[in-house]
């Protein structure tokens, strides 16, 4: 018996040893786990290869970070919603991946020379999901409700400066301005820019259905089927959609699009290696990147937007209420190392919270890490034996490694941090601006750049009514010159403004700004055509399985 | 008994409204607001305000737990601040997936447990003994967070055997619901498997040292009679008691196996509604989770009597 028992347990260590060592598999990666899982998303009609070796058919099966509400109005990440926002709903216009304003279910638009009026000629024959056609009268109905006070859009103060909207002609409208907005077309690439039918804006009014836009009033290229909140949200082609792919038929390719929600990097790549995920929105831990970039059959790629880490500190509480904190704090961080550790030698260096692809970026000293020059200006601002303060962190992604190494770094400046982790939503109440009572010390943040616009990229972070202000920075010349850069179409003028706004950031520092990391995807070899713009919202319209 | 039964499910009812007021209660001391959350990125003073009174955020904490209790003797339960999908279809939809993989993960461990658990217990000191309860050691030891990887990475990303995420129900394709809960009950089970290994074995070993297994044995009943009839029915009670404190932590340990799996379960919802501060969702899915384990502990209670005639109906033993 003790013999047959030995022999047992050797040959099961033995099987999976040779598992565990057995490397890559050469097989095809659709496997029993994309089957299952593709069995409750849309049906799959097989492929069938056209134009230029593009194959139709199929369901890609993607991963998202975190939930996303599907009512549009009420958007939790202006850019991270988008990846799923967008395949149910088409923005007026684009931005590409070069930062570019393109048309999309606008064709062209007029700016008045005064800036108030902004004619916008639509595309003709888009149709929403409800089989309406997308007209200027249901462009102006959707509009009036967006510009409802009551509909609470979370995109409201974006749009607000709209008075009104008129209709011109069939397809063409006019939004009258209460004063210029420079920022408005690219705005309209965000969710502000999506077109919903009226009889879907009517039936939410009745019902609340939050789900109503995604099945019946998009006019995008997936329609919505299933929605397990939390889990997954699961997509079908949209028949009739308006952009035509490369072989003269109506896109999208794909028959159906699920995604995934996935929380945690590892069970993702774990996916994305089993097949039963054809990629993965957003990839940031070093060991899972180091993990999928050694995997067959995967590419990790480097997205055009950067995350921008910094640290808020809070400036209506001691210590960071002294200028000379916050410039010791400048001095006490390594972005080089933070760079290579956390960023695996990927980020970039930037004075502010800009990229220098963006055509307002301006140079400025990046500065070294100096812990003598910290001490002694923590010594002159009255610390001579340093300072105990907290550093907040979300526990997503990669801020407790960043904090980490922050916390390490500042120590050698006479900063005794004490790191306090939390999740996302306590975060962000706790910091928020509207909070009297957040607390001193500081809060990181990594900041998808860029965003539409000049105007809503600073205003995210100093606005004076911006919850993300955490810093609570509020200098009346900033936000002067904040609104003028809102009102100003010229770039030139504008860069003028914004180089005087850096300036006076960094005379008053109410932020660190550590390293500009990568934004990174992972997709696997036979996924084809997944289109990433400006900042890393991808579109599946033209995309396609080659299995 | 049936008295006794009703009296203890009477006995639910002031139970639950002390466990709903201290689940309000809590949840209302979670720092983060709803509003703020619902209102993304963006958003003014004005805009929180708006929303907080929407929501009814601004009245007071009674007054919130007054009008959610009401909702809840309507039958109402109320509906997701984020999706506005009704409470009531949320636990409809996500409460089979997870009871679905605690009944699978508990019949699992009990069919590999209680004869590994009697098998050391009769092999007592011996090499298979050593070798079980070494097993059962690690098995007791290992996070469930880790299991699953590993079974991932072995029946998924390896061999390509089995699915590493995903749910089909059972209705919809018996054969994908099984494949897809593989995995997940494996990695749920094998904790519980090792519970019941050492429990079977403590409780069978304390059995077969009484005098009536002597007596037995003196009398010449047969081996088996003495294991099953004698030995095991005995035993079996300080092992239901464990398998019942087991599930208990088994709903609340779900959501990392939902988490790992992507299983659209309850315990996954909670904990994202908690993330969101999705009030309704956390109180709608406490007062069912709170309930089913005070149930689970009543049908165990019924149970001891059923196999322990000794133990009188007021739970004592006579």
């Known amino acids: 018996m003790k013999k047959k028992l030995a022999v047992f347990m050797a040959s099961l260590m033995l099987a999976l040893s040779l598992t565990a060592c057995g490397g890559s598999s ?72 070069n930062m570019e304003v393109e048309p999309f ?33 249901t462009v102006k109905y959707c509009w009036d409700w967006y510009l409802d006070p009551n509909t609470a859009a979370n995109f409201y103060t974006l749009i607000s400066d709209v008075t009104s909207v008129d209709v011109v002609d069939d397809y063409t409208i006019r939004f009258n301005f209460s004063q210029p907005n420079a920022g408005f077309i690219e705005t ?25 836009f995604a099945r019946e009033g998009g006019t995008g290229a997936f329609i919505l089927t299933e929605n397990v909140d939390g889990v997954s949200v699961t997509a079908e082609k949209n028949p009739n959609y308006h952009v035509m792919g490369e072989d003269g038929q109506p896109l999208p390719y794909l028959d159906g699009v699920r995604v995934n929600i996935i929380g945690d990097e590892a069970v993702a790549a774990s996916n994305l290696m089993s097949g039963d995920l054809d990629m993965i929105d957003v990839v940031t831990q070093p060991a899972v990147v180091t993990q999928l970039q050694a995997a067959e059959g995967i590419d990790v790629r480097i997205n055009a937007p950067r995350e921008i880490f910094f640290l808020y500190m809070n400036m209506e509480q001691e210590p960071f209420d002294d200028p000379l904190v916050r410039q010791a704090m400048c001095y006490a961080v390594n972005r080089e190392e933070l760079n290579q550790v956390v960023s695996m030698g990927e980020g970039i260096q930037t004075p502010w919270v800009t990229l220098p692809t963006q055509w307002y970026y301006t140079d400025g000293e990046i500065i070294e890490y100096n812990p003598e020059k910290a001490k002694e200006l923590l010594a002159e601002a009255g610390y001579p034996d340093g300072v105990d303060v907290e550093l907040h962190y979300g526990t997503f992604g990669v801020l407790q490694q960043e904090c980490e190494l922050v916390q390490a770094q500042a120590a050698e400046a006479g900063f005794n941090i004490s790191l306090v982790g939390m999740d996302g939503a306590t975060l962000k109440s706790t910091w928020a601006l509207q909070n009297p009572d957040a607390p001193a010390g500081m809060r990181i943040q990594n900041n998808i750049v860029p965003k539409s616009d000049p105007y809503t990229q600073m205003e995210y972070v100093f606005g004076e009514n911006a919850i993300q202000n955490c810093s609570r920075w509020i200098d009346p010349e900033y936000q002067e010159l904040l609104l003028q850069v809102k009102q100003t179409f010229d770039h030139d003028e504008a860069q003028v403004l914004l180089d005087r706004m850096q300036e006076i950031g960094l005379e008053q520092m109410p932020i660190v ?4 990391g990568p934004r990174r995807s992972a997709l696997a070899d036979h996924t084809m055509g997944v289109y990433f713009d400006c900042d890393a919202s991808m579109n599946f319209r033209a995309a396609w399985l080659n299995k | 008994m049936a008295t006794q039964i009703v009296k203890k499910l009477l006995s639910i009812i002031p139970l639950v409204l002390i466990i709903s007021i201290i689940m309000f209660a809590l949840i209302n001391m979670l720092p983060g607001d709803a509003a703020l959350a619902l209102l993304g990125d963006s958003g003014t003073l004005e805009q929180v305000e708006q929303m907080r009174e929407e929501l009814g955020l601004n009245d007071s904490m009674p007054a919130q737990y007054w009008n959610w209790l009401k909702g809840v003797l309507q039958g109402d339960l109320g509906d997701s601040m984020f999706t506005g999908q009704p409470v009531i279809d949320r636990i409809t939809e996500r409460m089979p997936v997870t009871f679905e993989l605690i009944l699978l993960s508990v019949v699992f461990a009990t069919i590999i447990g209680v004869p590994l658990g009697i098998v050391c217990a009769v092999k007592r000191n011996h090499m298979s003994d050593y070798i079980l309860s070494a097993v059962s050691m690690v098995g007791v030891a290992m996070p469930a967070f880790w299991v699953g990887m590993l079974l991932i ?16 129900p059972f209705f919809e394709d018996p054969l994908g619901n099984l494949k897809t809960m593989v995995l997940p009950v494996f990695a749920t089970g094998i904790a519980l498997t090792a519970t019941i290994v050492r429990q079977t074995r403590s409780a069978m070993l304390d059995v077969l040292g009484q005098d ?31 398998i019942s404190m087991q599930i208990a932590g088994m709903i609340g340990g779900s959501v990392v196996i939902e988490t790992v799996f992507l299983l659209p379960g309850m315990g996954k919802s909670m904990v994202d509604a908690i993330f969101q501060r999705d009030y309704p969702i956390v109180m709608g899915e406490a007062l069912v989770i709170a309930v089913f384990i005070i149930l689970l502990n009543t049908l165990v209670d019924v149970i001891y009597i059923f196999i322990d005639p000794r133990i009188s109906h007021s739970g004592k033993r006579k």
């Open chain 1, 26 to 97: 050469a097989e095809s990666s659709s496997q029993a786990g994309a089957a299952s899982q593709a069995s409750s998303a849309a049906s799959s009609e097989g492929t069938a290869e056209t134009t230029g070796g593009i194959k139709r058919g199929g369901v890609l099966v993607t991963s998202r970070v975190g939930v996303t509400p599907l009512n549009p109005i009420k958007y939790i990440a202006m850019q991270g919603d988008k990846i799923i926002e967008g395949l149910f709903f088409d923005s007026l216009v684009n931005i590409n991946e």
């Open chain 1, 105 to 137: 279910l606008a064709e062209s638009w007029t700016i008045s020379d005064d800036g108030l009026t902004i004619d916008m000629k639509l595309k003709e024959g888009v149709h929403y999901f409800d089989g309406t056609e997308m007209t200027a009268e």
């Open chain 1, 188 to 212: 309209l690439s965000y969710q502000a820019g999506y077109v919903l039918s009226p009889a879907s804006i009517d039936k939410y009014k009745e019902t609340g259905d939050e789900e109503v």
């Open chain 1, 513 to 516: 700004v550590l390293q500009a």
């Open chain 2, 153 to 168: 990475i072995l029946f998924s990303t390896k061999l390509h055997l089995l699915p590493a995420s995903g749910y089909v």
């Open chain 2, 212 to 242: 009536y297994m002597m007596t037995a044995k003196s009398k010449g009943v047969k081996y088996r009679v003495q294991l099953f009839r004698h030995a095991l029915k005995n035993a079996l009670i300080p092992v239901i008691t464990a």
